[in-house]
């Protein structure tokens, strides 16, 4: 059997045939004939009844805006604070958790902490900040996102959870050039922390 005799049309319709589900009435199905200078621009998505393409639905809730590019889901929390032509370095930070323990918690154990990220309450960010005194440092607080900036340095760093931006401290130390800022975190109640 040579190739040409494989890649016709006939050939095609041929395998369609026997490639469609059973009991389909061989009258539904419309037996198209290709001019031979498209036989090589068939492909297998030609096999097969034709499909009617699925209509796009809106969801019930959401009106559709021909305008819009991205749908407000797509987009991340905090992005609307970055700037990626802002040509300030960014300095360099560490990301530490902070669990309050007493005496139950060190030699009795009575309140079921372990030293994991899930048994804490804090979140203690702190950054290095060379060259910088306290008045030039503008910080703003949102749930998942810390943004600093001062006239040499940017900072947007994106939470790893959540935290309540109306209880934080923020303290500036002066010998170490570095800003501390203690934040909450918004934690959901269990038996480990909460009981």
């Given at each position: ?7 016709s ?43 009617k ?48 323990v ?12 372990d ?9 203690m ?46 303290s500036?130390?002066t ?17 480990i922390?909460?009981?």
């Open positions: 059997m040579d190739l040409e005799n494989m890649c049309t006939s050939a095609l319709q041929a395998l369609s045939k026997l490639l469609s589900f059973p009991g389909e009435e061989d009258d539904n199905l419309e037996q198209v004939s290709y001019p031979s200078s498209v036989v090589g621009a068939l492909s297998p998505g030609n096999i097969g009844p034709e499909k393409e699925k209509s796009k639905v809106n969801p019930p809730n959401k009106p559709e805006n021909k305008n819009d590019i991205w749908d407000l889901e797509e987009v991340p929390e905090g992005a609307e604070f970055d700037d990626m032509w802002d040509p300030r370095e960014q300095p360099e930070y560490d990301i530490i958790f902070k669990q309050q007493g005496a139950e918690d060190l030699f009795l154990g009575m309140t079921r902490k030293p994991s990220t899930a048994c804490c309450e804090d979140l960010v702190k950054i290095k900040l060379p060259g910088i005194k306290a008045s030039d440092i503008t910080l703003d607080i949102h749930e998942k996102v810390l943004d600093l900036r001062t006239p040499s340095h940017k900072l947007l760093l994106h939470l790893p959870h959540p935290v309540d931006s109306k209880i934080g401290k923020a500036f130390i010998e170490k050039e570095m800003l501390e800022v203690i934040l909450t975190m918004k934690r959901e109640f269990d038996f922390n909460f009981f």
